[in-house]
């Protein structure tokens, strides 16, 4: 990550920031944000990009003034190099932001289903970075597909369930509570795949809702399609790795790791087959990036 020196009341200019901004260094730092607000757009085939880029690593006048124009936006800069580009991120209070629940009533009314959208969002990353040093590893490349993430949803579904049973949790909790023990039962109700009559994936099933997730983090820059297999595969961009290393701390992605439904041994991650026969047959065609395990 470019490192800089901070905005200060008390910092003395050097000779290079001696000079006074002008508009024009002022359009240019606009224009290098207007950049990382365009998460498809790669500084390697954008010339004016990559100059901009070289200049905010060279000239710390001028990364200053385009991390004040960001900030100025409500733009959280987390990081500007040739792989990233300027990859920024909307703070809360940020007219780009796009909140979970403004996402889903695009698609759903009902609270269980908004839910149920953010869950989706949260397998995903998991999947797609299921160790700490996955997210520290700037060459590392995670990849899901729609089916994987349903099956590694399914999975923690079941775990959560013989938790629940362990302690005693018989009762349903609300469809709108808050964590994971009340995501299972909603989402092993939902059907993975539902039915139509020209065998389109309905929106309302658990894989509709993951096809949506992805498709949206396809449009943001976050991850690209490599192929339909297995209701459609795809790879992690560094802007995705870096958005999940912003979030990696949260309790809900941490709980849903701690499940142990991506075991990590010696440094391959698989899916772990469940008990019944159902599951193990929608583990083995959930087309996931990492090997089954063996068995003898």
């Given at each position: 990550?470019?490192?800089?020196?901070?905005?200060?009341?008390?910092?003395?200019?050097?000779?290079?920031?001696?000079?006074?901004?002008?508009?024009?260094?002022?359009?240019?730092?606009?224009?290098?944000?207007?950049?990382?607000?365009?998460?498809?757009?790669?500084?390697?085939?954008?010339?004016?990009?990559?100059d901009l880029l070289?200049?905010?690593?060279?000239?710390?006048?001028?990364?200053?003034?385009?991390?004040?124009?960001?900030?100025?936006?409500?733009?959280?800069?987390?990081?500007v190099?040739?792989?990233?580009?300027?990859?920024?991120?909307?703070?809360?209070?940020?007219?780009?932001?796009?909140?979970?629940?403004?996402?889903?009533?695009r698609?759903?009314?009902?609270?269980?289903?908004?839910?149920?959208h953010?869950?989706?969002?949260?397998?995903?990353?998991?999947?797609?970075?299921?160790?700490?040093?996955?997210?520290?590893?700037?060459?590392?490349?995670?990849?899901?597909?729609?089916?994987?993430?349903?099956?590694?949803?399914?999975?923690?579904?079941?775990?959560?369930?013989?938790?629940?049973?362990?302690?005693?949790?018989?009762?349903?909790?609300?469809?709108?509570?808050?964590g994971?023990?009340?995501?299972?039962?909603?989402?092993?109700?939902?059907?993975?795949?539902?039915?139509?009559?020209?065998?389109?994936?309905?929106?309302?099933?658990?894989?509709?809702?993951?096809?949506?997730?992805?498709?949206f983090?396809?449009?943001?820059?976050?991850?690209?399609?490599?192929?339909?297999?297995?209701?459609?595969?795809?790879?992690t961009?560094?802007?995705?790795?870096?958005?999940?290393?912003?979030?990696?701390?949260?309790?809900?992605?941490?709980?849903?790791?701690?499940?142990?439904?991506?075991?990590?041994?010696?440094?391959?991650?698989?899916?772990?087959?469940a008990?019944?026969?159902?599951?193990?047959?929608?583990?083995?065609?959930?087309?996931?990036?990492?090997?089954?395990?063996?068995?003898?």
């Open positions: 990550m470019s490192e800089h020196v901070e905005w200060s009341d008390t910092e003395a200019p050097g000779p290079s920031a001696s000079a006074a901004v002008t508009p024009a260094d002022a359009a240019d730092a606009a224009r290098l944000v207007a950049f990382g607000l365009q998460p498809k757009l790669q500084p390697a085939r954008d010339q004016e990009y990559a070289r200049r905010y690593r060279d000239d710390p006048p001028f990364a200053r003034l385009a991390d004040a124009v960001a900030a100025g936006l409500g733009l959280v800069v987390l990081e190099s040739p792989r990233a580009g300027m990859a920024v991120t909307a703070a809360e209070d940020s007219v780009f932001a796009v909140r979970m629940g403004d996402y889903a009533r698609t759903a009314a009902d609270a269980g289903d908004r839910f149920l953010g869950l989706a969002h949260l397998a995903v990353a998991a999947l797609a970075f299921p160790r700490p040093e996955d997210l520290a590893d700037d060459t590392y490349i995670g990849r899901v597909s729609v089916n994987g993430v349903d099956a590694f949803v399914r999975q923690a579904c079941r775990r959560l369930e013989e938790r629940a049973e362990e302690h005693g949790v018989n009762t349903d909790p609300a469809t709108d509570a808050p994971l023990e009340a995501a299972w039962r909603i989402w092993a109700r939902r059907s993975a795949t539902g039915a139509t009559k020209d065998a389109r994936r309905p929106a309302a099933s658990t894989t509709g809702m993951v096809a949506k997730a992805v498709v983090l396809t449009d943001s820059g976050f991850l690209q399609r490599t192929g339909d297999d297995n209701g459609g595969t795809y790879r961009t560094a802007r995705y790795q870096l958005q999940v290393r912003d979030m990696a701390g949260g309790a809900a992605m941490a709980e849903l790791l701690d499940l142990g439904v991506v075991p990590v041994t010696d440094g391959t991650a698989s899916l772990l087959p008990e019944d026969t159902d599951d193990l047959e929608l583990v083995a065609d959930a087309g996931l990036p990492f090997h089954a395990p063996s068995h003898p």
